[in-house]
């Protein structure tokens, strides 16, 4: 499965997929319009192994709530992450079983040597 959760009101999330050329087979899902599932949450966990990795202190309800002044397990993290959108990190590409989060230079370069070899 070659999969990529998104925002597609982001210039950033925008900038990679033309930087990447992002292939027409790919699937695409905007996190805000459908939200992602237990299901498929719980999938990335698998593939990336902590909730932490996946969830964004960019947010702004991250800093709205206080939240880095708390001390946030695992659960804590994939309730908040199944709460609202803006957790996640993004984007996040599942490609072959192989899990890319986030926008680092180092994240979209990784994805792109595994799209085009």
Request: with cysteine; charged share 35%; aromatic share 10%.
């Amino acid at each position: 499965m070659n999969k990529v959760y998104y925002l597609s009101t982001c210039d950033t999330c925008k900038r990679i997929f033309k930087e990447i050329n992002l292939p027409e087979n790919f699937e695409k899902q905007d996190i805000k319009t459908n939200l992602i599932t237990e299901n498929q949450l719980e999938e990335m966990h698998r593939l990336s192994n902590s909730y932490e990795s996946l969830f964004s202190k960019r947010a702004r309800l991250y800093k709205e709530r206080d939240l880095k002044n708390k001390e946030l397990t695992e659960q804590d993290l994939k309730n908040l992450l199944l709460e609202h959108y803006t957790f996640l990190k993004r984007p996040v590409f599942i490609i072959d079983q192989e899990i890319f989060i986030g926008n680092s230079k180092k994240t979209v370069e990784a994805v792109k040597q595994k799209l085009h070899g």
